[in-house]
């Protein structure tokens, strides 16, 4: 049974930064695609940044230049560096994962608050 658990959220003021963690058990392979979403109230879920099992990664263009995606395979973990938030970047963040041909997982999400 695949496990992801997300840390990290917290309430920041707007410039400043968090690093979220999102923490994989339960398979023995390697994800291709791994990925963090976001949705906030009233809005639907959005894709934020994903990164892919050759290194490559893609970006929201609301977050390109803030927003880092990054994992360390040893640890099974997967990171979202964020920095220079702003108020409009307050979601709660969902961590995503799974294979080209699936199937995906989902983490249980963790708030982000970001305070003008």
């Known amino acids: 049974q695949v496990q992801l658990v997300e840390s990290g959220g917290g309430l920041v003021q707007a410039g400043g930064s968090l690093r979220l963690s999102c923490a994989a058990s339960?398979?023995?392979?390697?994800?291709?695609?791994t990925g963090w979403y976001r949705q906030a109230p009233g809005k639907q879920r959005e894709l934020v940044a994903v990164?892919?099992?050759?290194?490559?990664?893609d970006y929201n263009d609301s977050v390109k230049g803030r927003f880092t995606i990054s994992r360390d395979s040893a640890k099974n973990t997967l990171y979202l560096q964020m920095s220079s938030l702003k108020p409009e970047d307050t979601a709660v963040y969902y961590c995503?994962?799974?294979?080209?041909?699936?199937?995906?997982?989902w983490g249980q999400g963790t708030q982000v608050t970001v305070s003008s």
């Open positions: 990164i892919r099992s050759g290194g490559s990664t």
């Open positions: 995503n994962a799974g294979m080209f041909s699936g199937p995906y997982y």
């Open positions: 339960g398979s023995t392979f390697g994800f291709d695609v």
